[in-house]
């Protein structure tokens, strides 16, 4: 069973920073695609980051390019995202997800993220 398990989100100031990470399990972790997304209160999901299995390419939302990093470590089936520069418009709930072969992507519980003007 497809599970991913976020944590790292909290309370912190504008200018601040939190990494996030995912725990991942069930599945070949390192040849898969993974993805940040968020969803502010009141608000649909928005994608942030992306990131390849295999060689790693990158690829962010405007609204966090320069800000965020996503990274992955395969021997720790985790996934990352370090967020710095931190804005208020930054805050909602953040999930990793994975592509599914058959419906919406999978995603885990979420890790609220809130941050203060």
């Known amino acids: 069973e497809v599970q991913l398990v976020e944590s790292g989100g909290g309370l912190v100031q504008a200018g601040g920073s939190l990494r996030l990470s995912c725990v991942t399990s069930?599945?070949?972790?390192?040849?898969?695609?993974m993805r940040w997304v968020r969803q502010a209160p009141g608000k649909g999901l928005e994608w942030v980051s992306t990131?390849?299995?295999?060689?790693?390419?990158?690829a962010y939302a405007e609204s966090v390019k320069g800000r965020f990093t996503i990274s992955r470590d395969n021997a720790k089936n985790t996934l990352y995202l370090q967020m710095n520069s931190l804005k208020p418009e930054d805050t909602g709930v953040y999930y990793c997800?994975?592509?599914?072969?058959?419906?919406?992507?999978?995603r885990g519980q979420g890790t609220q993220v809130t941050v203060s003007s």
């Open positions: 990131i390849s299995g295999g060689d790693g390419r990158t």
């Open positions: 069930g599945f070949t972790f390192s040849v898969t695609r």
């Open positions: 997800t994975k592509d599914q072969d058959y419906g919406p992507p999978k």
